[in-house]
């Protein structure tokens, strides 16, 4: 009788045991988990942070840029601007981007879809993006960049850079043109014909070619316009002007950007220098240039696009911005081919 009493109590004893076993290792009446528990997960951030980037937090932003074609002055703002936001917002700035391929009409299209898809600013690269973003909208903030004369650019009355008021501001790429009337001087004196060859189709284009042709017959110089009316004429009306001219000067023309090497291959045999508008022209086709920096035109697009989205300001009162440093630079090859020699103070091009 002993024996079986005293096993229940011992499987008694047991069950108890088991019992407070298992209540060590659950959930306290708090619900926290048991000390074990904690140790792990207190741990787990730290590993965790070794691995992976913690969240940056804070507002998200999307933003559409839309570039008229792919060149080195355009891709050059578009990396500044790009560079910018990413500076102050990292992961927090969605960036969209689309590029027209050289047709306007693609412009529009694309503009349409940031339209559609709400975003919380539009870069327009270049003036043909610029007129279509215009176009599209007047509530989204708008902001140019590789836009030379906005006023020419948006047909209105002035056209001088100014603000602008409503919803468009941005950066010009215009460089000093009698400063670039004076580079020609400067390096051909004995230069009485000058060229200037150009892109019909481009309003500031043409507004370049007004300005430096009035600059340049104050000094005593002829010159004669050659306008093409797009690629397919480029080469012919290149070779009259090279026919015709002591020097050519280019403005910041898209086309003639895009179009370098044929220019080239008819300046060169003719010995002809070409001065450009800006540098990336120059190191395509031309002998030298006096350029403001397109990076730069694009970073400071893209700090104004911050003030933005930040509301620190409304597009409405920005004034439109320049890249006021200015760089002489020279092309090394094609100096060479017809036998320039640059002053000291001329930086060349590399690449």
């Known amino acids: 009788m002993k024996k079986t009493t005293r096993l229940p109590a011992l499987l008694l004893a047991l069950t108890m045991a088991l019992s407070l076993a298992a209540c060590s290792n ?3 009446a708090d619900g926290s988990a048991p000390a074990e528990s904690q140790a792990a997960v207190s741990a787990a951030p730290s590993q965790a942070g070794e691995n992976s980037a913690a969240p940056t937090g804070g507002e998200k932003y999307v933003v559409g840029i839309c570039q008229l074609l792919p060149h080195a002055a355009l891709n050059a703002a578009t990396d500044g601007f790009k560079d910018a936001l990413k500076e102050e917002f990292g992961d ?11 047709d306007p009409a693609n412009c529009a299209t694309i503009i349409d879809g940031f339209v559609v898809d709400d975003v919380d600013l539009i870069l327009a690269n270049a003036t043909p993006s610029l007129t279509a973003a215009a176009s599209a909208t007047d509530t989204i903030p708008i902001l140019g960049t590789a836009v030379t004369n906005y006023g020419i650019a948006l047909n209105l009355d002035s056209t001088e850079d100014k603000v602008l008021g409503g919803n468009i501001s941005g950066t010009s790429d215009l460089a000093p043109l009698d400063q670039q009337a004076n580079m020609i001087k400067e390096l051909f004196p004995e230069a009485k014909s000058v060229g200037l060859l150009y892109c019909t189709a481009e309003p500031n284009s043409v507004y370049q070619i007004e300005t430096i042709q009035g600059f340049l017959e104050d000094m005593g110089c002829t010159c004669t316009r050659y306008g093409f009316n797009d690629v397919n004429d480029l080469a012919a009306v290149t070779q ?37 508008g800006e540098e990336g022209i120059c190191g395509g086709c031309g002998v030298a240039t006096l350029s403001i920096s397109y990076y730069e035109i ?13 509301g620190e300001k409304s597009v409405s009162e920005m ?26 103070d001329y930086v060349a091009i590399e690449g």
């Open 26 to 28: 659950s959930p306290g």
């Open 92 to 102: 927090n700035v969605e960036i969209k981007e689309g590029n027209a391929g050289g």
């Open 240 to 276: 009259t002007a090279a026919d015709n001219s002591d020097v050519i000067y280019i403005p910041t023309d898209n086309t003639a950007a895009d179009n370098t090497s044929t220019i080239a291959d008819v300046i060169i045999p003719a010995k002809v220098p070409v001065i450009c």
């Open 298 to 310: 694009g970073h400071i697009a893209g700090e104004m696009a911050v003030q933005i989205l930040k």
């Open 319 to 344: 004034a439109i911005g320049f890249d006021t440093t200015l760089d002489k630079k020279y092309n090394p090859s094609i100096c060479e081919q017809l036998g320039l020699t640059m002053p000291a």
